[in-house]
Structure formats: C-alpha cells, structure tokens
C-alpha cells in the first residue's frame, strides 16, 4: 500500500510563505495524479491543486490562484506546494492524494474530486498576526 507523508506546515504571519512537501513511499507520480486539498474548522474540504502525472498539467481553485504553485520532484518521489502571500483564510489541515490516472482520473482546468486515492495525514498550515 503507498503511503504518502506531508510536511512542511505551520504558523506564519499573513504575507508569508510556505512550502509543503508530499513524499509518496513509492514512484508513483508516472502514473497518479497528485492533488492537494484542505479542510479548515468548520468547513467543507476544498480543493486546491492537482498536478497531472506526466507533469504537463496542473490546476488551481480559484481561492490560490496565482498565489499557490503546485510542482514536483520525480527523482524524490515528491510533490510540493509553494504558497505565497498566505491569508488567514488559508489556515486549514492540508493533505495530499493521489490517484491512479489509469482509473480515469485527470487533471486539467479544474481539481476533480479524488474518489479512489490514497491520502495523506495532514499538516496544519495557520496563517495569524
């Protein structure tokens, strides 16, 4: 069973920067898709940003766009999540997944619900003065 692991969250002042991190325990970023999504107190979870699996494809909520960038490391079995100039309403738990493209899943002009995938923990990502 792969495994995936998040890192990289915390507490940062509004205007910051974070780079969250998505390891898969195996190389499956040649054939999953990769998305991130989170979930704040309260709320519904949202998704954010998927990458395709050949890497040519990415996509955003429109809540990141132009804020978050989605990107990957195939050598390092990893995902990341370069957000910038965060806002409160960006706190949330952010977890990854991904899903096998080969059971019909994509990514491209908007992020899919993930019906099949494996999940990530989580990282808690807290934007505040």
């Known amino acids: 069973q792969v495994q995936l692991a998040e890192s990289g969250g915390g507490l940062v002042q509004p205007g910051g920067s974070l780079r969250l991190s998505c390891v898969a325990s195996e190389s499956i970023l040649y054939t999953n898709a990769v998305a991130w999504f989170r979930q704040a107190p309260g709320k519904e979870r949202e998704a954010i940003s998927c990458?395709?699996?050949?890497?040519?494809?990415?996509a955003y909520a429109d809540s990141v766009r132009g804020r978050f960038t989605i990107s990957r490391d195939l050598a390092k079995n990893t995902v990341y999540l370069q957000m910038n100039n965060l806002k409160p309403e960006d706190t949330g738990i952010y977890f990854c997944?991904?899903?096998?493209?080969?059971?019909?899943?994509?990514?491209?002009?908007?992020?899919?619900?993930?019906?099949?995938?494996?999940w990530g923990q989580g990282t808690q990502v807290t934007v505040s003065s």
């Open positions: 990458i395709a699996s050949g890497g040519y494809s990415q």
């Open positions: 997944a991904a899903e096998d493209e080969r059971g019909g899943y994509f990514c491209s002009g908007s992020v899919r619900p993930m019906r099949r995938a494996v």
